[in-house]
Nanobody, 127 residues
Framework: DVQLQASGGGLAQAGGSLRLSCVASGFNFDDWSIGWFRQAPGKEREGVSC????????FYEDSVKGRFTISSDTNKNTVYLQMNSLEPDDTAVYYCAADPSTVSCIATMYYYGMDYWGKGTQVTVSS
């Protein structure tokens, strides 16, 4: 059974850092795409970052590029989202999601949609 467990959220001040983790189980982690999404109050859910474990390619939404870094540890079946220089607009519930497709994670995030979702972790950034 596919399981995705997100953790690492919390309260940070503007300019601070948090690291989110998504521990995956129940599938061939090395072949799948993993994405981070977030939903802020009053906003649509948006893609933040993704990684295609099949080829290692990554994607970052423009607002987080240069501040966030996604990485994948295939030995631990875990994807991380290192969030630096946090801003109040980063406040949201963050979700990790996975898809078995070997197409680019961008296509999976924005076109096909992710098939499997974990429970979110709250990130709150104060000014």
């Amino acid at each position: 059974d596919v399981q995705l467990q997100a953790s690492g959220g919390g309260l940070a001040q503007a300019g601070g850092s948090l690291r989110l983790s998504c521990v995956a189980s129940g599938f061939n982690f090395d072949d799948w795409s993993i994405g981070w999404f977030r939903q802020a109050p009053g906003k649509e859910r948006e893609g933040v970052s993704c990684i295609s474990n099949s080829d290692g390619r990554t994607f970052y939404e423009d607002s987080v590029k240069g501040r966030f870094t996604i990485s994948s540890d295939t030995n631990k079946n875990t994807v991380y989202l290192q969030m630096n220089s946090l801003e109040p607009d980063d406040t949201a519930v963050y979700y990790c999601a996975a898809d078995p497709s070997t197409v680019s994670c961008i296509a999976t995030m924005y076109y096909y949609g992710m098939d499997y979702w974990g429970k979110g972790t709250q990130v709150t950034v104060s000014s």
